[in-house]
């Protein structure tokens, strides 16, 4: 999936747009949805009762999350994870940043770094920087590589010091 080809919709506050990327299931009931969020300015986040998140900043210096009245920053590339239904107020600390945002029900992962090879699974390979192959088709930022992957599926740096998310993702939908 190109970048280009990500679909925009309007945040549930009514507070901003996100891209997503992939979704399973319809609306907000949702198993599972991958996306990428421009946050412009400090706010409230939405309520996603009965979702758990993982945010990792990709693009910015970062934010302050206010997750039911704990604070915690969020770096670059450090995935955070919280309940959905928290109330959570966001302060950027220096500018915009660009998130991505994994929303599931049933125990997602994100891990950022340059994989070598990937094991068995669902599996969302988002480039952050750079360019890398993924099973022979090159990737560059924010494309994205969503697949049913076989044990063996190599990333492979096309470019110096390229960054990638791996994001494994319930392979079943939730009970």
Known sequence: MRAG???????RNGGGRTRE???????TDFDWRLSLAEVERDGPFSVFEGHER????????GMELTVDGQRHVVRPHEPFRFAGGSRTGCRLLAGPVVNLNVMSRDG????????AELGGGTVAVVVLDG???????????FDVALLSEEPGTRVVAVSADP?????????????
Do not use: F, N, Q
């Open 5 to 11: 080809e990500h679909r925009s919709v309007p945040w």
């Open 21 to 27: 990327i992939a979704v399973r299931g319809a609306g």
């Open 131 to 141: 360019e890398v192959s993924v099973g022979g088709e090159r990737l560059g930022p």
């Open 54 to 61: 993982i945010i990792t900043v990709v693009r910015g210096a």
């Open 108 to 115: 997602a992962a994100v891990s950022v770094g340059v994989p």
């Open 163 to 175: 960054m990638v998310a791996v994001v494994r993702l319930p392979s079943s939908p939730a009970a």
